[in-house]
């Protein structure tokens, strides 16, 4: 299971390493894709399985499924060690999109309807200009809140 999940991962750093590669000098570009673990749905009675809400179905640990109709994937995940049932969601999507430049553009190019990562948007910007992307703000763990309290 472990090695299906670590091989999940190195195939997709190659290929958004691949599309990342395939930008051309008119300077095209595809936002970075953002992935976070996220508590799993788990239904009362179907525990050890995620509840995929988009598909309506459970998935089993080390299942991947798309986010239809919005744009990523999700895969099911057991903890290493786990024993409780506890199950995480690590979630892969396009991300915030960028702040409003004149000089850019949402492309033509762009595929709404195709699989994660080729759904998310693809932006044509005049030479020179850039994108730029909101921060995304981070909880810090409760523990490290309460400590950060008793300083």
Known sequence: MKFF???SVAVLAVAVS???DKKDATATERPKTFRRLIPADVLRDFPG???ASTRCAT?????TW???PFCGRSTCVKPEGEETGHLLELVEDCGPLPKPNPKCKL???TNKTASFPDCCPI???EAGATLEYPEIPTVAPPSAEKKDAKA
């Open 18 to 20: 691949a599309a990342e």
């Open 123 to 125: 932006f044509e910007c």
């Open 59 to 63: 998935v089993e640990p080390g299942q």
């Open 5 to 7: 999940l670590c091989l």
């Open 49 to 51: 399985v995620c509840f």
């Open 107 to 109: 492309s033509e190019k």
């Open 66 to 68: 798309e986010l239809s």
